[in-house]
């Protein structure tokens, strides 16, 4: 590791999980979801091809705060005009992007201890990581999924705005399945029963796995469900699959006989359940529900604390009880000082 000195504590940068210690980097994750030590050692297992570079704050040789960043220049942007995609992802594999986030999990790489002077840590972090952004010639340096409160105290070189799709979460205070659908309300059982009705006049089957058998044939349909909504092909989603065991991932199948309809990953970390790699058939009713309502009762099963299940498909998540996430604040920064302020002007 190497490091500098900031006022009243020292930021040091490493660049690999397996140089900390273990006990210090979860004391200061403190259970939050996504953050364990575990967690980043699956995401540098499946983001082996995006350098990480954790910017550490110490103060009495105590660790008081993180920045995770990571150099992706593969990164799967959200949908805008062709030619403008088209043109960032040339350019990103030339400068490639830093960004900080926890991997694989749409949550911030922020992570600061309870007793820690937010603003002050902020600012230092922000500032040592617009210093490697130039060291490392990023075409910008973003620091996504944030909430409303850290967005504000990052460095004043750094350009805020709003992600217009926040992830949805629900906190668990249910004990089963069943407890669940008895403290809603009368339409969301029936559509329930209807669901489950229906899927089994066609055969539907829900099974649960501790790993994936097929990769390229749930691929297909992980594929598919990103064509259908505009988005670019997770590049690590191979990975995810056959990585998954690391961080006791489940993997849901939906089949018809012997062929595959549909899949989801379930991920969980610190008392929190993540869905992802959902994958679909065109043409088959009922699967999404099917895949859905196993996930809601594996969490209760796991009693969980929080679901996390990501943007879109709002009203679907709403009427399920999830509300949006206070992680849809976005800030960024050209590292080149002119262009930050060009930028600043322009927003």
Known sequence: ????????????????????????????????????????????????????????????????????????????????????????????????????????????????????????????LSTSALELARRQKAFFLVFDYLNAADSNDLSAYLTTTTNPSPGTMMENRWESLEDYFLSGNKKDRQHHKRVQREAEKLGIQIERHSHVGQIEDALLLIRNVESNHGALPNPWAHQMLENMEMVNGLFLTATIGKR?????????????????????????????????????????????RFLRWGSGAYDIKQRLGFSFEDNGSLAFSHPNPTLQNLIRRLM
Request: aromatic fraction near 10%.
């Open 1 to 124: 590791m190497t490091g500098q000195v900031a006022p009243n504590f020292s930021i040091q940068i490493a660049h690999s999980v397996n140089e900390l210690v273990p006990a210090a980097w979860d004391k200061l994750s403190a259970d939050r979801p996504f953050q364990s030590y575990r967690w980043y050692q699956f995401g540098e297992r499946v983001m082996s091809d995006c350098e990480p570079s954790y910017l550490l704050a110490y103060r009495d040789g105590l660790l008081i705060g993180r920045a995770t960043l990571w150099n992706i220049r593969n990164e799967p942007l959200p949908k805008m005009p062709a030619l403008a995609r088209k043109a960032l992802l040339a350019a990103i594999k030339k400068w490639p992007l830093l960004i900080c986030r926890s991997p694989l999990s749409f949550t911030s790489g922020i992570t600061l201890a309870d007793k820690a002077d937010r603003k002050e840590v902020l600012s230092a």
């Open 260 to 304: 595959l309809v549909g899949c989801g990953l379930l991920l969980e970390d610190n008392g929190s359940q993540m869905t992802s790699m959902l994958g679909l058939a065109d043409n088959v009713p009922y699967t999404y529900f099917m895949l859905v309502y196993e996930s809601l009762k594996i969490a209760f099963e796991h009693k969980v």
